[in-house]
Structures are given as C-alpha cells and as structure tokens.
C-alpha cells in the first residue's frame, strides 16, 4: 500500500514530467489509491526526492507496467534498476503477458523500449468531446449495473473486446469498488446487450468498458447511449473523455461522430 506522501510525491513528479515533455502519462490512480500490496510499485529517492516510478497495473494474467523519471535526472540508469526489479517480481508472480506502456510522443520511452527488446504491439487514443449540442437518445434503459450482472460484463469483456476470460473476471471484479463510479447496463427490449462505466474525477468524467453484443452492433444503439451519457455528464458540468485502440476504427469512427477529438495516445509494446 502506497503512502500518503508517496502518493503525493508521484503525483508531483507526474506533473513534472509532463510539463518538460509536453504529454499525459497513463498511470492507473484508481489502482494507486487502493493498493493492497506493496509489491507493485517501485520508487527510487536521492536525498529524500523521488527521482524515479514504476508501477505494475495486474489484470487477471496480463500486468501492465508504465514509470517515469525526473527529467534531470535521466540517462543515469534509476529506471532500467526499477524495471530490472520488477520484472523479476513479474516473473516470481508468473503473469502470461507483459505490457510496457509509454506516451506515443516520448522519444525517450521509445529509445529506453528498443533497449529491452520490446515489440510494438498497439496504441491507444485518448479523446476529449468538444462541446456541442446534442439530441435526447431514447429508445434504450440505462441502468446501475447489480452483483447478478458480473456475468454479463465479463461477457462483454470477452465478446466485445476479445479480453480473456482469466482477465475479464479479475478486471469486472477490481473496479466494483471505484469510487465516483457508476457502472451501467444497457437493456434494450428487456433483455441485457451492454454496458458502459463512467468514472468522475476533478471535473473530468472517463468513459470506460463502452461495450455492445457483437449481435446488436451496427444497429445505432451504441451511439445513442453513448450520446445520452456524454449530454449528462457534460450537463453536470464535467469535460468528457475517453479511450480507444487506434486498429478499433468503427469505435473511433463513432466518437469523432459526436463531437470527441483525439488529444493524446499511448503505445503499448509486448516484453517476453
């Protein structure tokens, strides 16, 4: 479990870092917040500063793994000992798949991956909605998902994003206990066919796990919900956000649709 000052102290390099560099670091703060073992982070201090993170983020078989450095402070070596020491716990732990995640923009994250071997395997957009009016949706019923809907998120996991079912499980399980969350299900004809998480934090709302049986796809639904959700939560007075695999180009396709604009990405490379 993270300290209240080493909390606060990643959060001070965070904004460091990503003022030198001009980018958004990708670093789970819901996950941070509620660590239960103090085996997943790793943290390097000179003279009682933080001059360097690393923290592995655990979904079910696959852990994913993003740090940063102090900007004076590089090309010393603090970040390849973190990752040394990591991975060695990746390895005790015995996880199937290792991602290494690192802003698209970063250069030096790129040069540091070439290094240890790393293969690019996807990236990720992250989008913002640009204000704009927008209709009421109906024709579906959004509703706060209950324990009996596990089964059917992990479902969606799997159909909808080709998630294992190993990790699909531990994923649903982990974030029923987020806080300023809610987790909704989408009915449509009283039968459950998909679900969408939306999650508030210092005025911006996250959408998340936006998913629809692959059989009701290509039928509207989806961007009804999603243009509900984002008129209700930019009504509330929040600025709406969310994330999507660049190879998901219906997904992207419908987002820029109603109005979201890509403003950052992230690249993720697989590590044997």
Same mark, same amino acid.
């Given at each position: ?21 001009? +980018? *958004?670091?990708? +670093? ?14 790793? !943290? ?54 290792? !991602? ?25 957009? *992250?989008? *913002?909605?640009?204000?704009?009016? !927008? ?5 579906? =019923? ?55 998480? =939306? ?17 009701? *796809? ?55």
């Amino acid at each position: 479990m993270l300290t209240t000052r080493q909390l606060h102290d990643i959060e001070q390099l965070r904004k460091e870092v990503e003022t030198h560099d001009g +980018l *958004q670091l990708k +670093l789970n703060w819901e996950m941070l917040r509620n660590r239960e073992s103090d085996q997943l982070d790793f !943290l390097y201090y000179e003279n009682d500063e933080l001059i360097a993170f690393l923290g592995l983020y655990a979904f079910g078989s696959t852990v994913e793994v993003t740090g940063m450095v102090k900007p004076r402070e590089r090309r010393k070596g603090h970040f390849t000992k973190l990752f040394v020491d990591a991975m060695a716990v990746a390895k005790q732990v015995g996880y199937k798949k290792i !991602l290494l995640n690192a802003p698209a923009s970063s250069d030096s994250a790129k040069e540091f991956l070439k290094k240890q071997g790393a293969s690019y395997k996807l990236s990720e957009h *992250q989008m *913002q909605w640009q204000p704009q009016s !927008l209709d009421a949706a109906t024709g579906f =019923v959004l509703r706060q998902a209950t324990i009996a809907d596990l089964g059917m998120r992990i479902r969606l996991d799997v159909e909808a994003f080709d998630v294992p079912l190993e990790d699909a499980t531990a994923m649903e399980r982990r974030i029923d206990g987020d806080e300023d969350t809610d987790m909704f299900m989408i009915d449509l004809n009283d039968e459950t066919i998909g679900k969408i998480r =939306v999650k508030r934090e210092d005025g911006q709302a996250w959408i998340y796990g936006f998913s629809i049986l692959p059989e009701h *796809q290509g039928k509207g639904i989806g961007r009804k919900v999603l243009r509900h959700i984002v008129k209700q939560q930019s009504e509330a007075g929040h600025t709406v956000h969310l994330e999507v695999e660049t190879k998901n180009a219906h997904a992207l396709s419908l987002y820029e649709s109603i109005g979201f604009k890509v403003v950052h990405a992230q690249d993720y490379y697989t590590y044997k």
